[in-house]
Structure formats: C-alpha cells, structure tokens
C-alpha cells in the first residue's frame, strides 16, 4: 500500500496514539517502529519493580511521536510523495547498514529473557521473604525491605553503566581503528 495523506481530522485523532496515525497514513513500519519503541519502556517498568522512572523515557517518545505525525500530516504534498516507509531508526542511521548477525542477536535476546527471568525469580522471592518477616515479627523489618526493594534498581543501574561503557569503548576502538588506517 502507498502510503497518501488522509483525513486531517482522523490523523489529528491518531496523532495521540503514538505510531498510529503514521499507520494509518500507510507509513507501517515507521509506525510499528514508533509504537514498539513507545512501550519497551513500559514493558520494562512493569516487569522491573522499582523502575518506574523509565516510564519517563515513555512519555517522551509520546510527546516525539506526536509531533513527529503532526509534521508528516503536514508536510507539503510535492515532499510527502518522496517519503519513504523505513524503521524509525533508519532515518537516523542515514543510510549506513547496521550488521546484526543471527547469533548475535540470539545471545542479546537470551541475555535479555534471562535478565528478566532473574528479575522475576527476585519478585518470587523477595514475596516470600516479607511474608516470613510479617510473620515471625523480625526486628529491623522496614529496614529489610527497603534494601531488599532497592536491590533491583541497583543492579539494572549496574547494567545500564556497564552496557554504557561497552558502547563506549567500542566506538573510541572503532576511532582509534580509522585512525590507523
């Protein structure tokens, strides 16, 4: 399907549910991409107890995604016609490939299932801990389950930092690799 202006009303409508109203004007993955990388930040919150403030990285895609319809609604009808419907990351790559390979995108993703595996053993847990504290009435219990509740946080900062510094280290081997060459 081409993908062509429609109604300004009903793209207005859509324009509140990001990733909808760029489906609905035909441009599909970039409303999927849009739409899926409106709700990993929720899926995350909701699965990471205590990561609520990731929920902020979702109301700014909202507010992005908003605006991003907005302008494609109305762009120009001469500049619409050359728009293309590419992934949302796409557009900020400009055109150099990105090389995920099969394996390495199944040791990220296994790496991902048991991160949250771990995190859900940890809820298990971390239940079955407060109700043996509330039952056997231990001193110090409030300050038990406040170490206990920020455990998850600490170690997906832990994470987020370690992930950060990889990145980095592979972009300054990268620079330093042009450099030689």
Request: net charge neutral; hydrophobic share 50%; with cysteine.
């Amino acid at each position: 399907m081409k993908p062509r202006k429609k109604n300004n009303f009903w793209t207005f409508i859509f324009s509140f549910c990001p990733g909808a109203a760029e489906m609905y004007m035909g441009f599909f993955k970039n409303g999927l991409s849009i739409l899926t990388i409106f709700c990993i930040p929720l899926i995350i919150t909701g699965v990471l107890y205590g990561g609520d403030y990731l929920a902020i990285l979702s109301v700014v895609v909202y507010v992005a995604a908003f605006f991003h319809a907005r302008c494609l609604a109305t762009t120009p009808d001469s500049d619409f016609e050359a728009l293309q419907d590419k992934y949302i990351w796409e557009e900020f790559i400009d055109g150099k490939s990105i090389s995920i390979n099969t394996e390495s995108a199944k040791k990220w993703g296994a790496a991902i299932l048991i991160f949250i595996g771990i995190f859900g053993l940890f809820e298990i847990l971390r239940d079955n801990l407060y109700s043996m504290l509330d039952r056997y009435g231990v001193a110090g219990r409030e300050m038990i389950m406040d170490v206990v509740d920020s455990i998850p946080r600490l170690v997906f900062s832990v994470f987020v930092i370690v992930v950060g510094i990889l990145i980095i280290r592979g972009k300054k081997k990268k620079l330093l690799d042009d450099e030689h060459e």
